[in-house]
């Protein structure tokens, strides 16, 4: 977002209007299934994040040098082509999220503009000061303080290393984009580590998401399983935020909780996906890691896939 905008206000871009009806598979008590249900993406008036997205990390606990590298490559990613041109890359899947832009009411007809996602300050707490086991009410707000000092037109993005726990998270989530309860409430990441949490859950596809279970086990693009597991979270996390930053911008209403973009496709990461199976995806003949996409500095990576206001479907690489 631009320089003079504030992530704590209202004063942002005006989000994109979709008008869209619910199937009545979304009815009360109804269990969304990704696979055989489709997604109604709604626009509840409030904004989406455009321009420059601003974010401060926190690594909290000691996250490792594969994590921080292979997430900031990740970012820089969706902007920055990989040199070869290599295709599928990380920025068309990053368009997609853009995209939602067009249907913005005064938008110009053409490409969206770009949104521009960097990192502007990073802050790593190896001291555990504020214990292993953080809470949305009292850790989380603390440790926002402390990585932002104020700045309100910054994006914190908490980043927790393997022996930490963060509330909220393994329960269907792996990271979450959630809002401060401040007078002046502002959105924030948090992403989870699944070496030791909920691995079945939130490591899987690279491994497997519970014993005996018959769907393929995929390996991770950068040889480090928490890594590219924390992309795929991180991923989906930070498209619900720019869509849906004071949660009432676009998200798909289901029964039990608002989804975004990325969660509405929850499982899907190529052609054929089905419940256990991620899909085709691409095979490095070298490392036989896995991935779906190309980035900065020819690293590869496994993304979700995304719902694309264009074809009103789930979509990806």
């Known amino acids: ?36 249900d489709k997604a109604k993406m709604i626009h509840h008036d ?21 994590i921080k590298n292979t997430m900031r490559n990740f970012i820089k990613s969706l902007e920055l082509p990989g040199k070869d041109h290599l295709q599928p890359q990380v920025t068309r899947w990053w368009e997609v999220v853009e995209s939602y832009q067009a249907m913005m009411p005064g938008a110009k007809p053409g490409k969206s503009p770009k949104i521009k996602v960097e990192v502007v300050k990073q802050l790593t707490n190896k001291s555990y000061k504020h214990g292993k086991v953080l809470t949305l009410q009292a850790h989380i707000p603390i440790l926002i303080e402390e990585l932002t000092k104020g700045d309100t037109n910054v994006l914190p993005v908490i980043v927790a290393a393997r022996d930490v726990s963060i509330q909220g998270l393994c329960n269907g989530k792996c990271a979450d984009h959630l809002l401060t309860e401040d007078p002046k409430p502002r959105p924030y990441i948090i992403v989870g580590n699944p070496e030791t949490e909920c691995p079945e859950e939130c490591g899987w596809p690279f491994v497997p998401a519970k014993p005996g279970s018959k769907g393929p086990v995929l390996k991770p693009p950068s040889g480090n399983m928490a890594a590219d ?42 052609p054929g996906a089905a419940p256990g199976n991620p899909g085709k995806v691409q095979t490095d003949p070298k490392t036989g890691g896995n991935f779906n996409a190309h980035g900065n500095k020819s690293k590869r990576f496994l993304l979700p896939a995304i719902w694309n206001p264009a074809t009103k479907a789930c979509w990806t690489l």
């Open 46 to 66: 409030g904004p989406m994040l455009t321009g420059n997205v601003k974010l401060a990390l926190m690594w909290y606990g000691d996250c490792g040098k594969d």
């Open 229 to 270: 597991a924390m992309v795929i979270a991180f991923a989906s996390a930070l498209a619900d935020a720019v869509t849906n930053p004071m949660e009432n911008g676009i998200y798909h209403e289901n029964s039990a909780t608002p989804m975004g973009p990325a969660a509405v496709c929850k499982g899907i990461f190529g």
């Open 1 to 36: 977002m631009g320089s003079s905008s504030s992530l704590s206000t209202r004063h942002l871009a005006l989000a994109l209007s979709v008008s869209l009806l619910f199937t009545s598979s979304s009815g009360h008590g109804h269990s969304w299934d990704p696979y055989t």
